[in-house]
């Protein structure tokens, strides 16, 4: 098995590293990154690649038969364009490139996010939705920047697959992703004092560790899982929980203010205050929980964390809270 990763250095690009050197210790792995090599390393090759770089004729001479795509923006950028140019434009490039090399299996990262949330709404508004299943449509096209190019690039593949029969894509959809070394706008909303939500019924959500999910991704390879496929670690967790570990106050605020001010913090830049769009108020205030029954039928995963375990490894990661004060 020959294995090119795209994003290699980064936080899930490195778990899945060692995921799949432990998994495949005679596979030749290969790593494309714009940051600089790791010494410590798994991978027997690290590449300084950008998104939209020629890739082809390198994946022809490595004779690279798998390709895992992961290179994304997460954190949310205020220039939409440059933020689609690298999720979605590069995505398209990556997969064209990759097909063109005649690589035979492709896993990209796709997220839960793109299912969208349930709005309550008509007669059904106080019933506990049921979780999205990997048939949902795709409802987060309405939704902010990275829900919606996840989606978009979904798109894309239900195209190529169409028009190329001959090749496997495989699509793990994870909710919020935690672990050490996590860097981004979740990590900074950890480490706050104050906590700011929606007031009004809570909605659980559902979060994987970034060592659970890599052992995923490595063990569809092996079994050449294709189509989506929903990943979250049991239970669940809700704002307060999260608060109370994470050692901070919780302050509701009415979500039509609280959604109009981040709007604007957002808009004039002030991230420290606003660390993405409005819309993602909507991922805290409405349910978008996923069904794992696929998951656990074809893959039995074994689980180092669950919900709130991941929550607490990443707290004491962090220095924070009552995790971070029991270190």
Same mark, same amino acid.
């Given at each position: ?30 790593? #494309? ?33 798998? *390709? ?27 997969? $064209?490139? $990759?097909?063109?090399?005649?690589? &035979? ?48 690039? &979904?798109?894309?593949?239900?195209? *190529? ?59 569809? #390879?092996?079994? /050449? ?31 039509? #203010? ?5 709007? *604007? ?5 002030? /991230? ?26 074809? #893959?039995?995963?074994?689980? /180092? ?10 707290? /004491? ?5 009552? &995790?971070?004060?029991?270190?």
């Amino acid at each position: 098995m020959r294995i090119a990763i795209t994003g290699a250095a980064g936080f899930i690009g490195t778990a899945l590293a060692a995921a799949l050197r432990h998994r495949f210790p005679n596979a030749h792995l290969v790593g #494309l990154d714009q940051r600089g090599p790791s010494p410590d390393s798994p991978l027997d090759a690290q590449v300084h690649w950008e998104v939209m770089m020629p890739l082809a004729p390198f994946l022809r001479r490595e004779r690279i038969n798998h *390709l895992v795509h992961l290179a994304f923006v997460v954190d949310p950028i205020r220039s939409e364009r440059r933020m689609a140019r690298v999720n979605v434009a590069g995505s398209r490039h990556v997969l $064209a490139e $990759a097909i063109a090399a005649g690589v &035979e299996y492709i896993a990209l990262l796709s997220s839960a996010t793109a299912y969208g949330v349930r709005r309550p709404g008509g007669a059904t508004a106080t019933v506990a939705p049921a979780p999205y299943a990997e048939s949902a449509p795709l409802a987060g096209l309405g939704a902010f920047s990275y829900p919606r190019h996840k989606a978009l690039v &979904e798109a894309e593949v239900a195209m *190529l697959r169409g028009a190329h029969p001959g090749v496997a894509f495989f699509l793990p959809r994870p909710p919020a992703v935690l672990g050490p070394g996590m860097r981004n706008y979740l990590r900074r909303q950890l480490q706050k004092p104050v906590m700011v939500v929606p007031a009004g019924p809570e909605a659980p959500f559902q979060v994987v560790d970034v060592e659970d999910l890599a052992e995923v991704l490595a063990a569809g #390879l092996e079994r /050449r899982l294709e189509g989506p496929l929903n990943v979250a670690a049991p239970g669940v967790l809700t704002m307060t929980r999260v608060a109370e570990l994470a050692g901070a106050r919780l302050r509701r605020v009415p979500p039509r #203010l609280l959604r109009g001010a981040a709007a *604007l913090f957002w808009g004039a830049g002030a /991230r420290a205050i606003a660390p993405a769009p409005a819309g993602i108020l909507d991922y805290v205030r409405f349910p978008w929980l996923i069904n794992t029954a696929r998951l656990e039928a074809e #893959l039995h995963p074994r689980w /180092r964390y669950d919900a709130e375990a991941a929550l607490r490894r990443t707290l /004491r990661a962090l220095g924070s809270g009552r &995790e971070g004060r029991r270190q």
